[in-house]
C-alpha cells in the first residue's frame, strides 16, 4: 500500500514533466513520422494524399540524398571530438588559478556573446577570396590565396572551424562546472602520493569527469547534427553539394521547393541517425564505466 | 490587409499610401523580407494556411507552381478576358494565366541592358559599343537601328573585358566585367537563348538533354571561364553585391535589369547604356517578365484584395505611381502609350525604357514553363555558382540534369 502510494505520488510529481515531453517532443516526431506518408497532389492543388512509404523510397533513389548522408556523418565525425577536445582543453585553463586567469577567461567566452549568424557573416567576410583578412594574413607568410569557402575540398571544414570556434567555448562551460566539483584534496593526495600531471589527469580528472562529458558529447552530437545557420548563410549547401548536409536538404525540400514530404521523411532519417549515434555513445561510455 | 512583398518596401509604400487616400476604408499592412528570403516565406506562410496573407508578390515563372498547390484564388470574377487584353501586353497577361484561369495580374515586366562606364573605357583607350548615352536625345527608330546594327557580341566583350580588367600584385582593383544577378536563372538565360537552347523539354519536365544540351555546355563554359580562365568577373560577389561594384567605378562592363538605370545616375557614374550582347554564332535574346499580384485562396478580405490589384496593376494612377517610384518596364499598355509619347523619354537615361520596348518586342525570352521552377530555379542557381567557382562544366550539367528529372518525375506521377 505504502509502495504504491509513493508510486502514485513520483507519476504525480513526474506528470509535468511527461506533459511537456509528450506534447514538445513525442507529438512533433509523431506528425512528422506521419507527414513523410503524405505528399502534394498535382491532381488536385492544396491537397495532400497519402504514398505510404513512397518518400523515403523516392529518396533512398535520389544520389543527393547518399552525398547529404555522407556530408552529414563526415561533419560529425571531425566536428564533435574536435569540438569536445578543445572545450575540455579550455575548460583545464580556464580552471588553472594564476595572475591574469581572468582576462584569458574573458577572451574564451568572447565567442559566446556572437549569434551563430552575425559569427557566419563575420566569418564569411574574413574568408572572402578576393580581399578577406585570412588571404592577406597567409599571403604575408608566403602562402597563396586560398578559396576557403567556394571551393568543394575547403568549404566543409571551414564550417567546421567556425562553429568549433563558436561552439567550443559554450560546452567549455559545463564541463568547467564539472572540473570545478572535483575535490582539490585529490589532486593533493596524488601530489603527495607522487602522481605527475598527465597520471592526475588520467586517473583522477577524466573518471571523475565523465558525466559531464558525457552530457556534453551527447549534447553537442545532437547540436552538430542539426546545424544549419552556417549552410544556409555561407555556402547555401554548395560547392557542388559539399556542406549540403541532411538538415540543410530538408529544409530545402520543404520550404524552398515546397514538397513537406520529403523533407519530414528527411528530418526522420535524421532522427534515426541522431539516436543511433546517442545510443551507441552511451553504450561507449556505461562499458567504460562497467570497466 | 497584409501584402507579402519583397524588396522595395519604400516604393510599395508610395503605392499604398496612394491607394489608402483613394479608399479610407481598407488599410493596408506591408509584410516586406528580403529578396531571397521572399519565396520561403511564401512557402511556410501559404504551407501554414495562414489567413492574414491577402495578397502575394508572384515572380511570374511561378504562377503555374502557386496555382497548382493552391496558394492562388483566381482573379476572374475580377478581371473581363477583354478588359485583360486590352489592359496589359500579350506576353505579360498570359504569364499570368494557368489552366485557362486568370491567377495573377501583371505588375510590371523587365528587360536586360548592358551598361558601359565610359571613364574606364576611356581610361582602357578602347572605343565602347554604340548605346545611349547623356550626349544626344534619340527616337524609337534611331534606338531600334541600333539593336539591330551595333550590338556587341559576347566575344567582344570578353576582349574589351580582358584589357578593361586591372590587376597589381594578385589583386585585381577593376574587373572588366560583371553580371548583375550572379548564377541566377532570370539572368543567364539569355546565354542559352542566344544559342537557340532551352533549359527543359517541351513538357516542362525533362531536363536531360536540354538543361545539358551542346547550346547550354558551350553558355556553361564560357559562364566559367568569365571567372577561372579569363578572370574578368569577380569571384564571391552576391547579386546584392554586383550593382555597386559598377556604380563604385570597380566594373566597367555590367549586364544587368533597367531599374539599374536610376541607381546608377544617381550614384553619378558616367555610363551608356547599350543593347544586351549574343553569341556570334547565335542570335540576340533578352530576359523578360517580372512580378505578378495574386490573391491568397485563406485571404478573409478578397474584394479588398482585388480592389488593390486593379489599382495598382490596372489603374492609370497606381500603375503611374509604381512605374515612378520602381522604375521597371511596364506592362500596362496604356503606359507605354505616354512613354513613347512623352519627351523625357528621349532623352538619357529615360530613353533606355525605349530600347526595353525594342527588346521586349524583338529578342525577349520568358523563362521556361514548369510547376517545378522552385527546383529548376535553385538547382540552376547552385549548378552555375558551382561552374562559377572552377567545377568542370559539362560534370555540373550532367550532375544538375540528373537531379532535375529526379524532381520532375514527382511531377508526372
Known amino acids: ?291 | 490587409m497584409t501584402l507579402s512583398d519583397n524588396t522595395w518596401p519604400a516604393n510599395v509604400k508610395k503605392a499604398v499610401a496612394a491607394f489608402e487616400a483613394q479608399n479610407p476604408d481598407i488599410k493596408i499592412q506591408l509584410d516586406t523580407y528580403p529578396f531571397r528570403d521572399l519565396f520561403e516565406t511564401i512557402e511556410v506562410r501559404m504551407k501554414a494556411q495562414d489567413k492574414d496573407v491577402d495578397l502575394i508578390s508572384v515572380d511570374v515563372p511561378l504562377v503555374a507552381s502557386y496555382s497548382v498547390r493552391g496558394y492562388l484564388a483566381p482573379l476572374d470574377a475580377y478581371f473581363s478576358r477583354d478588359q485583360i487584353e486590352k489592359t496589359w501586353i500579350k506576353a505579360s497577361w498570359q504569364a499570368g494565366m494557368y489552366n485557362g484561369h486568370f491567377m495573377a495580374a501583371p505588375q510590371n515586366t523587365s528587360t536586360q541592358f548592358m551598361f558601359i562606364n565610359r571613364k574606364l573605357f576611356r581610361d582602357a583607350g578602347i572605343e565602347p559599343p554604340k548605346g545611349l548615352t547623356g550626349d544626344q536625345t534619340v527616337t524609337y527608330d534611331q534606338v531600334a537601328q541600333i539593336a539591330a546594327n551595333d550590338r556587341w557580341t559576347w566575344e567582344q566583350v570578353v576582349d574589351a573585358a580582358k584589357k578593361l580588367t586591372k590587376t597589381e600584385n594578385g589583386r585585381t582593383d577593376v574587373w572588366g566585367f560583371a553580371f548583375d544577378q550572379v548564377s541566377r536563372l532570370y539572368q543567364l538565360q539569355c546565354l542559352g537563348d542566344s544559342l537557340g537552347a532551352t533549359l527543359v523539354g517541351p513538357d516542362g519536365l525533362t531536363a536531360q538533354g536540354y538543361f545539358n544540351s551542346p547550346g547550354w555546355l558551350k553558355a556553361a563554359q564560357w559562364y566559367g571561364d568569365l571567372f577561372n580562365k579569363w578572370k574578368v568577373s569577380p569571384k564571391n560577389v552576391t547579386p546584392d553585391e554586383s550593382p555597386s561594384l559598377f556604380s563604385g567605378g570597380k566594373v566597367a562592363i555590367f549586364v544587368g535589369g533597367e531599374w539599374n538605370v536610376g541607381r546608377f545616375k544617381e550614384a553619378g557614374v558616367d555610363f551608356e547604356v547599350a543593347p544586351i550582347p549574343y553569341f556570334k554564332e547565335g542570335k540576340p535574346a533578352s530576359g523578360t517578365g517580372s512580378w505578378h499580384v495574386g490573391i491568397s485562396k485563406n485571404s478573409q478580405h478578397q474584394a479588398e484584395a482585388a480592389k488593390f490589384i486593379q489599382f495598382l496593376c490596372a489603374s492609370d494612377a497606381g500603375a503611374t505611381v509604381w512605374f515612378e517610384a520602381q522604375g521597371q518596364s511596364p506592362a500596362m499598355i496604356a503606359l507605354w502609350s505616354k512613354i513613347s509619347a512623352d519627351p523625357k523619354f528621349h532623352a538619357f537615361p529615360d530613353d533606355a525604357y525605349l530600347l526595353g520596348d525594342y527588346e521586349a518586342q524583338h529578342t525577349a525570352v520568358p523563362r521556361p514553363l514548369t510547376p517545378a521552377y522552385l527546383q529548376l530555379e535553385d538547382i540552376f542557381a547552385s549548378t552555375y555558382e558551382d561552374i562559377r567557382n572552377g567545377v568542370d562544366p559539362k560534370e555540373a550539367l550532367d550532375g544538375a540534369a540528373q537531379r532535375l528529372d529526379v524532381f520532375f518525375a514527382q511531377f508526372k506521377r
Not at chain 1, 575535490?183 to 597520471?199: C, F, N
Open chain 1, 1 to 291: 500500500m505504502t509502495y504504491r502510494r509513493s508510486a502514485w505520488i513520483a507519476y504525480l510529481l513526474l506528470a509535468p514533466a511527461l506533459v511537456c515531453l509528450a506534447v514538445f517532443r513525442l507529438w512533433p516526431i509523431a506528425t512528422t513520422l506521419l507527414g513523410s506518408l503524405y505528399s502534394q497532389s498535382i491532381m488536385q492543388a492544396g491537397k495532400d494524399v497519402f504514398v505510404g512509404l513512397n518518400n523515403y523510397t523516392q529518396l533512398f533513389r535520389d544520389p543527393i540524398f547518399w552525398q547529404s548522408l555522407w556530408v552529414t556523418i563526415k561533419l560529425n565525425l571531425v566536428i564533435n571530438p574536435l569540438q569536445v577536445f578543445i572545450a575540455l582543453l579550455l575548460a583545464i585553463m580556464a580552471n588553472q588559478r594564476f595572475r591574469g586567469t581572468g582576462f584569458y577567461r574573458l577572451l574564451f567566452f568572447i565567442p559566446l556573446g556572437v549569434s551563430v549568424p552575425i559569427a557566419s557573416i563575420l566569418w564569411r567576410i574574413m574568408l572572402d577570396p578576393n580581399s578577406g583578412l585570412a588571404n592577406s594574413l597567409i599571403n604575408l607568410a608566403g602562402i597563396p590565396s586560398q578559396p576557403f569557402l567556394i571551393s568543394k575540398d575547403q568549404a566543409l571544414w571551414c564550417i567546421v572551424a567556425i562553429a568549433t570556434w563558436k561552439g567550443a567555448s559554450f560546452w567549455m562551460i559545463f564541463l568547467w562546472a564539472g572540473l570545478q566539483d572535483i575535490p582539490r584534496q585529490l589532486y593533493e593526495a596524488a601530489r603527495i602520493d607522487g602522481a605527475g600531471g598527465i597520471s592526475r589527469f588520467f586517473r583522477i580528472t577524466f573518471p571523475l569527469l565523465r558525466r559531464p562529458l558525457l552530457f556534453v558529447l551527447i549534447t553537442d552530437t545532437a547540436v552538430n547534427f542539426l546545424l544549419f545557420v552556417p549552410m544556409f548563410l555561407l555556402t547555401r549547401g554548395g560547392p557542388s553539394y559539399s556542406t549540403n548536409v541532411l538538415m540543410y536538404e530538408a529544409y530545402k525540400s520543404g520550404f524552398v521547393y515546397g514538397d513537406m514530404g520529403r523533407a519530414l521523411a528527411l528530418v526522420m532519417v535524421l532522427l534515426v541517425l541522431v539516436i543511433a549515434t546517442v545510443a551507441m555513445q552511451f553504450r561507449l561510455f556505461s562499458q567504460e564505466e562497467a570497466n
